[in-house]
């Protein structure tokens, strides 16, 4: 075929502007939707609350859209503050609660890090700020109430574009010069990310259908409440699409201070191991799998970080004692304290000891099951050959037999590890020291102020709440009946004296 | 085809530039362009300029006054007309969009009015808080046209008309079928947001409630919000020498809960309908600008120079420490402090309406833009703030419980129970504005001007038993507090005389 020279040229000219289009086209797509801006902070512990851990691929939300739903929804959200009122931490002039990170992926996203279950409040009256202590157990998150939050607006007829970006032109647009969202950014928005947000979260919601089931008898799954997760089943169901079985394990957020105690082997040479029923042999492996349940991608980059984390948390001190000035502790009774401990606690609590960091049968601790139940040698195959599969190489979770009791901590920082026992279930430590009949049967989660005489949080007053000044308690009811918050078991030290359960209390203020 | 095409893009060409109008009045006096320029507010919120002025007209009703009154239509709110302007100090107009809005600016609250006796003109400061302006009043009436059903837009047309309204083609059918009804629909909306009006007391002149609106604009549940927060009311503060506090770092808001002047500006821009993207910076940094040096107005009254003295050796003993040395000089160990509530003890409403989790969501306001908040703190007293310029900010105290500087220096149980806010004519004795419930009749007139029809705020300072809302029991109005030995309330009268004659020098 000859074609005539005029028409030859039109086509190279036409193909020229198609690949310059393309060429453009892929420039776009990359600056708005791919292009990594690199985070940067001034150390590790900033880095631990805000930094991201990579999952904005696969579970960010879009910076301005996670900014404004609770106030599309505020008949949602369970009180004043935007996500503050569902526990999360939110220092003083930061732009984001702690455990969330803010990056640029082609726009900004919101995703959770460690943080936002591993980091503490206390202060000692309401008419205080309250300090803010990394990787302590985030006692005041009440995660599931904010997965329910965004599931709830998921399904909102009022999560639509047009309304959402009613809100968002007010916060930030570029439409007098100000700065902010350009035209071009505003409708991406508009005709991409807002809608795929929520097909997105719809999606999750389906992950989560287990959360929701009921156990046998009819009766729903009790609530997480502030502070705790069901930690195996989170991983059961997510690492290993195991079927759902009738298993409800709610576990406290541990402190993840001071790890580098916990790992390795103990004074006699034997293997210490972690979580609560012993499942992991080492913190890195712990840091890994709770890092991809928070959605990071396993990359390269994804290994470095977890060093890093373990690094930085191995070396973590754990807090002091900081009521010096108002409640100093008695060192003459903490010295006569100390020798309760060393007779009667040391052994399994002391770091390396004989029996610390070692699993003790159900028989003998006596506390709740549910946890124990929650988890099983198959899921633990199952997770390794996932893990396995993602190419991550790690220390494997135990395979070897279905759990059969509890693993008893070092209590490094235990005045700040409130409430108690690894489902939470005993507010105090002065109540741990009771025995079971007269441990409060109902107490209140999620509130910060501290008790220094008790040993844990202050069970919170109700308030006169709206214009007609009705009493209510916007805390947590936490109920020691309800399946999987039996408060039995651990009764070491319930049979001592008034007198020496004081005095160990005054010893474990300084651990 | 090609006319065709042309013709086309011409329209377009036109309607463009004609929707992305934005042409605000501008001043170049500085002082002018405080009282009536804009800072963006009607970009967003700009209420048409004729409907402005017909809803005085369609509505007299729901204005104090009862009367429409051509040219000062909204004189009974306390809002300030001054001759030959035909909008009053506090509102701005801007054309955008190809219609002319109005809204407030700073001036509706910080700037005043005074006279020295109820037969001289009328002087106006800008930089004072203002004393006249019944900001909720004017709130309560604009909503209440808005939920009248005569608030429709075929009968606001032609009403706007009637008074000299003339609007082309576009610009009526742009107003009957979008721009009125969603007037209507936004003014319904901020209704049901302000509804914390209603369980808190009247603010009257010269008051507000900073932080609730804050809450609202964040959609904070109202109704999940605790009892003691929802009272939030406190006076107007002055603004002048914004540059001295800076340098001196003070903690500002009556609680010290933001000591960086610019993003406070930013959030009372808020409160004249400027939001992060339509808010107008170069306007703004002239005014702040200006604010920086803005100097008070000299007492206008003689001073006596004797007892002005003896009043200096006093100050200088109970009162610099937390005020400064004087009205410009702000060194003083514990200026700009705050000074737990427990010590002060002060009514505590306003401290307990600003809260913690305001302050962490105000963390994300501008947020996007390198002027983000993040300076907004919770805390726990009210701050020592220097005095320039006091003879003008009374009543005083946070919550305007004080009528005068001499009251104050009384203890609480001597202070005026009751008394009236709102009245511009100065007490040069007690030095404040005249309050003195015996100088007003029961409807509030004045009893020294019988021709004056305005009625002032009744101000009550009591807590009453019973009622189920802080508003039936009239909290946040207690005159208690800033008393003891420290703050000179247990000084012989002629002692306190001297101070305060000392104060008027400020």
């Not at chain 1, 202590?133 to 995660?143: D, E, F, K, Q, R």
């Not at chain 2, 106006?124 to 046209?145: H, K, Q, W």
């Not at chain 2, 603010?203 to 959609?219: H, I, M, S, V, Y």
Request: charged share 25%.
């Amino acid at each position: 075929m000859n074609l005539q020279p005029k028409i030859k040229r039109l086509l190279w000219v036409s193909a020229i502007v198609l690949v310059i289009l393309v060429a453009l086209g892929a420039f776009f797509t990359w600056a708005k939707f791919f292009r990594e801006e690199k985070e940067v902070f001034a150390n590790e512990e900033e880095h631990f609350k805000y930094g991201s851990l990579g999952a904005e691929g696969d579970r960010g939300i879009p910076y301005y859209l996670w900014m404004v739903l609770p106030r599309i929804f505020p008949d949602l959200m369970p009180g004043p503050g935007s996500y503050k009122s569902f526990g999360v931490v939110w220092e003083e002039g930061h732009e984001i609660p702690v455990g969330f990170s803010k990056k640029v992926v082609g726009f900004a996203r919101i995703t959770n890090n460690c943080a936002i279950c591993h980091t503490s409040t206390y202060r000692l009256t309401e008419d205080e700020v309250p300090h803010v202590v990394v990787a302590g157990p985030g006692h005041t998150n009440n995660a599931q109430s904010m997965l329910r939050f965004l599931f709830k607006a998921a399904h909102d007829p009022r999560f639509n574009s047009d309304i959402i970006m009613n809100e968002i032109r007010l916060v930030n647009a570029n439409n007098y010069g100000n700065g902010g969202l350009s035209f071009i950014d505003r409708q991406i928005y508009r005709y991409l990310l807002i809608p795929f947000t929520k097909k997105a979260l719809l999606q999750q919601e389906k992950q989560f259908t287990w959360m929701e089931r009921y156990v046998t008898g009819g009766k729903p799954k009790p609530h997480w409440g502030p502070g705790r997760d069901d930690a195996m089943n989170l991983t059961k169901y997510f690492m290993t699409s195991m079927a759902e079985d009738n298993t409800f394990g709610p576990t406290d957020f541990p402190s993840i201070w001071n790890l580098g105690v916990r790992s390795g082997k103990d004074n006699a040479g034997k293997q210490m191991l972690l979580n609560w029923t012993g499942d992991t042999p080492a913190v890195r492996s712990v840091l890994i799998d709770s890092a991809l349940g928070l959605g990071a991608p396993a990359r390269p980059w994804f290994l470095q970080r977890m060093a890093d984390l373990d690094q930085y948390l191995s070396n973590l001190p754990p807090p002091k004692w900081p009521f010096a000035e108002r409640n100093p502790i008695n060192q003459q009774m903490a010295s006569e304290g100390q020798k309760i401990y060393a007779r009667d606690c040391a052994a399994c609590h002391d770091p390396r000891a004989k029996f610390t960091n070692k699993v003790v049968p159900i028989t003998e601790i006596g506390t709740d099951p549910e946890r124990m139940y929650s988890w099983s040698k198959d899921a633990a195959a199952e997770a390794n050959r996932r893990v396995k599969q993602l190419g991550i190489d790690r220390p494997p979770m135990v395979e070897t037999q279905d759990p059969y009791g509890y693993v008893s901590p070092p209590l490094d920082g235990i005045w700040l590890r409130a409430p108690y026992l690894h489902n939470g279930s005993v507010p105090t430590l002065r109540d741990l020291l009771n025995s079971p009949t007269e441990r409060p049967q109902t107490f209140h989660r999620g509130y910060d102020v501290f008790d220094p005489v008790k040993v844990g949080f202050k069970e919170p007053p109700p308030r006169p709440t709206g214009p007609t000044g009705e009493l209510t308690q916007p805390y947590f009811l936490f109920d020691t009946t309800e399946k999987g918050n039996g408060n039995k078991g651990h009764t070491y030290g319930t049979q001592l004296s008034e007198q020496d359960k004081e005095t160990l209390l005054e010893y474990l203020k300084t651990l | 085809m090609l006319v065709v095409v042309a013709l086309v893009a011409i329209g377009f060409s036109y309607l463009a530039w004609r929707f992305t109008r934005d042409d605000p009045v501008t001043y170049a006096d500085s002082e002018e362009h405080f009282k009536y320029g804009s800072t963006g507010g009607e970009r967003e919120s700009g209420i048409p300029y004729w409907i402005w002025k017909v809803l005085p007209k369609m509505f007299p009703e729901y204005l104090p006054g009862k009367t429409y009154t051509p040219g000062t239509e909204y004189a009974s709110l306390g809002f300030l007309y001054e001759p030959g302007n035909d909008l009053p100090i506090g509102v701005s107009r801007r054309n955008t969009q190809g219609i002319d809005r109005v809204f407030l600016n700073c001036a509706i609250c910080h700037a005043g009015s005074v006279r020295g006796s109820p037969q001289s003109p009328r002087v106006i400061y800008t930089g004072m808080p203002s004393n006249t302006v019944d900001l909720e009043a004017f709130e309560r009436f604009i909503f209440a046209c808005a939920s009248d059903q005569r608030f429709n837009a075929p009968r606001i047309l032609a009403e706007m008309e009637g008074i000299g309204a003339k609007y082309d083609l576009i610009n009526r059918l742009l107003l009957r079928y979008y721009a009125i009804p969603l007037m209507r629909e936004r003014l319904l909306m901020l209704k049901g947001h302000f509804r914390f009006g209603d369980w808190e007391p009247d603010a009257g002149p010269g008051r507000t409630d900073t932080f609730n609106p804050a809450k609202t604009l964040l959609e904070f549940p109202l109704e999940k919000l605790e009892t003691r927060e929802l009272v939030g009311l406190c006076d107007l503060p002055s603004i002048w020498l914004q540059g001295p506090r800076k340098e001196k770092n003070i903690h500002a808001h009556w609680d010290g809960n933001n000591s960086m002047m610019e993003e406070r500006n930013k959030s009372a821009a808020f409160g004249t309908g400027a939001f992060p993207p339509t808010i107008d910076l170069k306007q703004m940094a002239r005014i702040e600008q200006w604010l920086l040096y803005k100097e008070p107005p000299k007492y206008p009254f003689p001073i006596s120079d004797q007892l002005s003295a003896q009043g200096e050796k006093l100050y200088a003993q109970y009162c610099a420490n937390c005020h400064g040395r004087n009205g410009r000089d702000f060194n003083g160990e514990y200026v700009g402090d705050i000074v737990p509530i427990d010590k002060i003890g002060t009514d505590r409403h306003r401290l307990d309406s600003y809260t913690e989790e305001l302050a962490a969501v105000q963390n994300t306001l501008y947020a996007g833009y390198p002027w983000r908040f993040s300076h907004f703190r919770k805390t726990f007293g009210y701050v020592n703030l220097p005095l320039d310029g006091v003879w003008l900010r009374a009543p005083y105290l946070h919550n305007g419980s004080v009528p005068t500087l001499r009251d104050l220096m009384n203890p609480s149980t001597e202070r005026p129970v009751v008394f009236y806010r709102g009245y511009d004519v100065l007490d040069p004795v007690k030095v404040g504005f005249v309050s003195d419930e015996s100088r007003f009749d029961a409807e509030g007139r004045s009893k020294d001007e019988r021709g004056n029809p305005r009625k002032y705020f009744r101000f009550d300072t009591q807590v009453k038993l019973g009622g189920e809302t802080p508003r039936d029991r009239n909290e946040g109005n207690s005159n208690a507090g800033h008393e003891g030995p420290a703050y000179g309330t247990m000084l012989s009268s002629q002692e306190k005389d001297a101070i305060v004659e000392y104060l008027k020098t400020f």
